[in-house]
């Protein structure tokens, strides 16, 4: 029999024996993390889908894996011979699969599920179409460990101290903002759920989650005393005690389920639904006051040591690219050579770069038409040989232990250009610009600002199915909340309004399948450009620095402020990097940056 | 005593023996109308403030009255000398009172009202502030009369057909519309309450409202009978007789309270939560589904019939136009002219066009500084005096049988032009054009569209304080539900997608205090422009026709698209109106029209 289906043959005869009519398995791990340590990859594990976004709900009958179009195609290459069934989400991240289940199951059903891989947040949701059919929830915090008997340990590598030379802020000076709010709130206490918000907190990063620095933990602000749920073996004495003076006790990570109870009985703590789990909720005796989490609203702006830091990690990024991009054209006058070595390549040429830690996610090597597959992720045996000539998309970024990048470039390795992909290019570029150089005024939101990287797609009948850019952390998570790029209202990247000092990625793009896919990336920071009569007015600057082809651009296409914005950015991307480069390689980023 | 005082006085006394703690005076009628006939102006004859939005509440010790920005000088200047005491709106139109009420009044307290004059969704606000101190809501139908003795009669004009020339679309035609959306929710009847709507449906006009051609009704259609609740007296034979080949009977108005009953009595009835007053909400017996308003919807998409009227109306109110500026600019060469003479003359000489019914709105216009107020309207005594100098703003429109106007021109009179001014006006003139050429997939909603008009002047560290279009009637309302352009995604014009065949203004401006007023507004039509492997890619064309003033132009501000889409325009203005006019008016509007 089939691994998987064995595993789910597993799944039937516990879920038999405890009575449970459904099982759900979601992607998340107790901290709503978008990405997850081997230890909670549980819907992996049953379905054999190895995506970062997707839910598996086992019945009796069904073994149903909702994810969205990003997937597909992978769902049908990993869950081949499975009895695995795929349903078409048609929001990415919608909680489609809720009211199926409810409709599934007859009155009075039981559906099993781990309270913490599920949202206080989802819960509610889920308990809208639940209880009219009287379907009961089942907490089953061990069931997975009895079928999945190698599991893998929760990560064990020694934590680190996120040092004040690229913090730019104390942990003593960030706990006093979450005390002044436990004050405000008139509350007792602070509780983080959110790795990302616990490790800019306490300063702590580690290497739980591939491509993302983090710390499995949970925290607890107090307005004395603070706590820090975490597997104590991993914190040095030193570090233990640097928390000690701070009042701050690191308890074992699973400790909290015996704290919580004790440390709320009586008192208000705050917290934030969107990451709290249910099991922390359900383990809560005292009032809580629900907030969207105001650690995210303070680690979104970033202070002048974190852009200072991310100015010298884009330099790194940048020189790297340089070596590599040189690197490539010339091994592809010899040889042609797959998207997956050219992948792994770019992250050597990355790893020999000061202070780099890691990728900061799994590099995007597009050649031609896989360009156009928008999560690409070129296999390690038989991915696309790249030849020199035709379009390569590569998305690529990189954890230094000063900052954290993200870049998007698309080139042309030679021969013919199309018009049609001159068009879609320039498109994307112009789109990109007006994006970049645009002033806007204090309270506009994502949703606005996404239209302007569109608008010159949509003059040519272009169009592009993804958000224009995200959030971007200090040695953090590449896609941090809050602020970002997107047509979509119901999102916080489209809902939230850019402040000054926020680092975001614009990315326009342009797919068409089997054929082409070009992608334009930079990090900006966001900052004030003005304060009049008419309020206060702010815009970007680009972070990143590394040039952008200009051989697939149809230059009558471009206003002249859009070529200026172009010369302006090579002559600075050549300023910042040549100082750094051997003469060969500045003669090569000379020809790169040439104004047109 | 002051009579406003007065009035208050007998509304305390009537209060007292009533034993209400608090009673309502909201500025709509039954209809949710945004303009009211006199009969209803109930809040103007309580507080003196005649502005088009506000609530009064009056308590034992208080007269409060509700209004937002564009009003609070009005109501300085309209309530001197009473007891009215002004609170600020911070957002117009949102019922900021409610809580104010709720805090202010003590448990257990009783607060009267007319149910009549507030929606359903209102009461439900309404209710969420009051059921937790278990205040209680009080329908108060007669206490108005009692003290309006003098009380306005409701309109008695006759009701005229909107013939099928002008409409497009029979009243069986729409009736089957609405009969399929009833048979598709398997309900029986579907109550319409908003006059536009009842006006669309039953395609009949009147002039019961100021500049808005609508006739107080209440519609009910069935899958077999409908009902129209009108004034019996003002429907001709011959229209009863053309209603009873359709099955519609017409009822006298007032029969809606006794006839809801009974005709809801154990069956389903779909309406509109946001239009039905609750005094009706209240007579339902039967089950009420909520949607929103279905002819709302129907009624946005103009047909093939309503835009060729439209655009010959169009002509008509360039034609208009034409023979006042040059009236204008002859007369101001011999004498200053109130702001307040010229609304009247710009008046007269649409009058002069045929089917010209009335105004669509009060001209706004605005001299200078008055230009900056954005609801300005001109005092009978004592408006500014029009010199051959300066900038002038005139915001007006008219209601002809076959479509309505709405047009903005900010002109310059004479002198020398300051920079600011220049920037300023080419600023909104670009983000005029900007939206008007742009082109965007279906789906894209206002509040993405509106971003475009303003990005030229965000770039200049400028802004307006308004949304920047709302739709339009045909014969109809001039602010017509649900489209526009707004950066408030919480309403329609911000959150609907625009549809082909839509009216909308295009109207963004620019606005300094006791300095200057600019403005360019038009009408466009949406349409398809193309459909691709992309999807569907709308676009606009405008239906205005009218030179825009090239004397306040910085030309070295204007991109090349820019420059020929404002000399294709002008173009096509001269080659629609120059056929009808004169020679001399034919050589005024060639120079106006002359490409840059």
New interface residues.
Partial sequence: MNIINTRIQQLREKMKALKLDAYIVPSTDPHQSEYVCDYWKVRTYFSGFSGSAGTLVVTANEAALWTDGRYFLQVEQECAGTDVHLFKQVVPHAPEHIPWICNELAENAVIGLDYRQFSKSQIDYLLGFSTPKNIVLNHQPHLVNEIWTDRPALPSEKVKVHSLEFSGESTASKLNKVKAEIENQQADYYLLSSLDDIAWLFNIRSTDIDFTPLVTAYGVVGKEKSYLFSDTNRYSSELIEVFNTLNIEVLDYDLIADKLPELSKGKKIVTDAASLNYASFDAIEGEIIFQQSLVQQLKTIKNEVEIENTKKCMLKDGLAMTKFFMWLEDELKERAISEYEIGKKLTSFRKEQPLYKDDSFASIVGYQGNGAIIHYTAPEKGSAMVENKGLLLIDSGAQYENGTTDITRTVWLGGEVSEEIKTAYTSVLKGHIELDQ????KG??G??????AR?HL??Q???FPHGTGHGIGSYGMVHEPTQGFT?N?TTSRG?EAHKPNQFTTIEPGCY?KDTYGIRIENVVVSKV??I????E?YGFEALTVFPIDTQLIDVTLL?K?QIDWLNNYHEKVYNTLSTKLKPSEKDWLKEKCKAL
Same sequence: chains 1, 2.
């Fill in positions: 645009m002033q806007f005024p506009t939101v949703m606005q600002l996404d239209a302007f608008m949509w003059k009948g272009l169009n047509s209202m809902a068409k450009n003005e009049n009569d008419f309020g007015f206003e402020s």
